[in-house]
């Protein structure tokens, strides 16, 4: 059974940073492109980031290119987002998901049909 669990979540003001992570079990992690989606209230869950399977490629919304940062380690299953100068429009509840296939690049992973498991979530507030 797959599991993503995220974690790093919290309350920050704008203009700082939090760093999110997901641990990933029960899936031959190496093989699988990740990303980070998020969802607002009241808003359809969005891709933040995407990361190919390999860690080369990378993929980034407008709306977080040159302040968020997507990695990926393969010895320890993990895929963090790095968020930088973080503004209150960041706010919402934040999603790892691993890809429907494997061997794919970020490119090719810019939808939710392109994910089949999610994390449960965690919440990220920035107050002004």
């Known amino acids: 059974q797959v599991q993503l669990v995220e974690s790093g979540g919290g309350l920050v003001q704008a203009g700082g940073s939090l760093r999110l992570s997901c641990a990933a079990s029960?899936?031959?992690?190496?093989?699988?492109?990740m990303g980070w989606f998020r969802q607002a209230p009241g808003k359809e869950r969005e891709l933040v980031a995407a990361?190919?399977?390999?860690?080369?490629?990378?993929y980034y919304a407008d709306s977080v290119k040159g302040r968020f940062t997507i990695s990926r380690d393969n010895a320890k299953n993990t895929v963090d987002l790095q968020m930088n100068s973080l503004k209150p429009e960041d706010t919402a509840v934040y999603y790892c998901?691993?890809?429907?296939?494997?061997?794919?690049?970020?490119?090719?992973?810019?939808?939710?049909?392109?994910?089949?498991?999610w994390g449960q979530g965690t919440q990220v507030t920035v107050s002004s």
């Open positions: 998901a691993a890809a429907r296939s494997p061997v794919r690049p970020a490119a090719a992973m810019t939808t939710r049909l392109d994910y089949e498991h």
């Open positions: 029960g899936l031959t992690f190496r093989i699988y492109g």
């Open positions: 990361i190919g399977w390999s860690g080369v490629s990378t």
